[in-house]
Structure formats: structure tokens, C-alpha cells
């Protein structure tokens, strides 16, 4: 008995030495606060870019311009066929070189582009579920193909489109985790800091662990509560 509670208090104390260590000497918590925020915002900003490039792939693919589409095709494909840190290397080292832009930026463009990849094909299949009499009968209207697309088709593929968009998110939100390849002071790059002053080869991983967790967790619940209030209106 004694011996066991001997040994619960060699945890607690190491347990203790660590989160000193590793959060509260030297204010090393604000690693961790600095690279929340830039990752956030790092999420937020490609999301957005993400979304405009994977709408405008979309409906270049469903064109019936065979030049447009093949080339929305080819950017799907060369997307998809590349790892996201090779493309977001040679965003920064190749692209951007010779430019001022902030990091964050550039990184933003790169995640977004890739993201924007995936929307698209998310966004063609959720076009392609809604009945095609509905374009039919925009036409027949006089809207446009991409007015059609516009005030009819899109809003309804929204429906089927919300589910995966929202995994994409939360996929882009853990991808980003290595923008600290070039540099940028993200929650990865924070906790590898941290790891070079103190020597603790597990405590500023778990820290962030729980972080993304945490943040894909609520994520989640708000793709599931935005979900279930759509679904109420069919």
C-alpha cells in the first residue's frame, strides 16, 4: 500500500516537473496560444480559397466546353496526385521566391489550392445528385447555363455538399500542421520549440494532440448541429 502510493506520487510529481517544463517556465504556453492562432487562421483562410477554387473547378468540369473541362480535369488530377508538402514547398520556394507576401499567405494559397481540389469533386457530385430537370427548367426560363447554376442548382446541391465539406475542413485543419516546413510559426513548429529548450521527447506533442482534438471535436459538433437543423426543413 505504501509502496503503491509512493509510486502515484513519483507520477504526480513527474507529471508536474513536465507541465512546468514544458508550459509554465519561461511562459512556453504562448508557444502553444501564438501557433493556435496562426493555425486557425491558417485553416480559415484556405478554407475560403478552397471553396472559391473547388466551386469554379466544378463547374468548369461540368461545362460542356471540352477545353475548360479537360483543364479542370487536369488540375483535379495533378492536385490529388501530388503530396500537399511538396505542392506547398514549391509554392514558397519556387512560386513566391522572390516576393515579400507573408508566409502565412503564401501558405494559405498552397493549402487552398489543394483543398480546392477536393471541394471541387465534393461540389460536382453534390450538382450531379440534383435532378437535371431542375437546369432544364432554368433554361427554359432564359437563365444562362452559369445563372442556372447560380439560383437553382447550387443551392440545392448545398444540402448534399455540407457533410463532406465539413470533413474536408476538419482534413484541411489537421493538414496544415506542416506549414512549419517553411517556416511558419504554427502549433507544430511551437511544440517542436519547445521540445529543443527542455528535452521532452513526448509532453509538447501530447499538448497539441489534445489541442487538435479538441478543435476537431468541436468542429464536429457543429457539422452535426448545422446537419441536423437542415435536415428540419425537408
Given at each position: 500500500m ?6 502515484a506520487g513519483d ?5 508536474s ?5 514544458n508550459?509554465i517556465?519561461?511562459?512556453?504556453y504562448?508557444?502553444?496560444?501564438k501557433?493556435?492562432g496562426?493555425?486557425v ?9 478552397g ?9 468548369a468540369r461540368?461545362?460542356?466546353?471540352r ?6 480535369g487536369k488540375?483535379?488530377?495533378?492536385i490529388?496526385?501530388t503530396p500537399v508538402v511538396v505542392?506547398l514547398l ?5 512560386v ?23 471541394v ?15 437546369m432544364?427548367?432554368?433554361?427554359s426560363i432564359?437563365?444562362s447555363?452559369?445563372?442556372?447554376m ?9 444540402k448534399?455538399?455540407?457533410?463532406g465539406?465539413g470533413n474536408e475542413v ?10 512549419g516546413?517553411i ?12 521540445r ?21 471535436v468541436?468542429m464536429?459538433?457543429i457539422?452535426?448541429?448545422a446537419e441536423?437543423?437542415m435536415?428540419?426543413s425537408?
Open positions: 505504501v509502496r503503491g502510493m509512493k509510486y507520477i504526480v510529481s513527474m507529471l516537473d513536465e507541465i512546468y517544463a508550459l517556465r519561461e511562459n512556453r504562448m508557444l502553444f496560444v501557433g493556435l496562426i493555425s487562421q491558417l485553416t480559415l483562410f484556405a478554407a475560403v480559397i471553396s472559391v477554387i473547388g466551386l469554379l473547378i466544378a463547374v461540368l461545362t460542356n466546353n477545353l475548360l473541362s479537360g483543364a479542370a488540375y483535379v488530377d495533378m490529388r496526385g505542392q514549391i509554392i514558397y520556394f519556387a513566391f521566391a522572390t516576393t515579400s507576401m507573408p508566409k502565412v499567405t503564401v501558405a494559405s494559397i498552397a493549402f487552398g489550392m489543394n483543398s480546392g481540389a477536393y471541387a469533386e465534393l461540389i460536382r457530385a453534390g450538382i450531379q445528385a440534383v435532378d437535371r430537370g431542375q432544364e427548367a432554368a433554361r432564359g437563365l447555363y452559369y445563372q442556372g447560380r439560383y437553382i442548382v447550387i443551392p440545392q446541391a448545398i448534399n455538399i455540407l457533410p465539406m476538419i482534413a484541411l485543419w489537421k493538414e496544415t500542421a506542416i506549414a516546413f517556416g511558419l510559426d504554427d502549433l507544430m513548429r511551437g511544440a517542436e520549440i519547445v529543443s529548450r527542455t528535452f521532452s521527447n513526448y509532453t509538447p506533442y501530447l499538448v497539441i494532440a489534445v489541442i487538435y482534438l479538441y478543435i476537431t468541436c464536429t459538433m457539422l452535426n448541429h441536423r437543423s435536415r428540419k425537408d
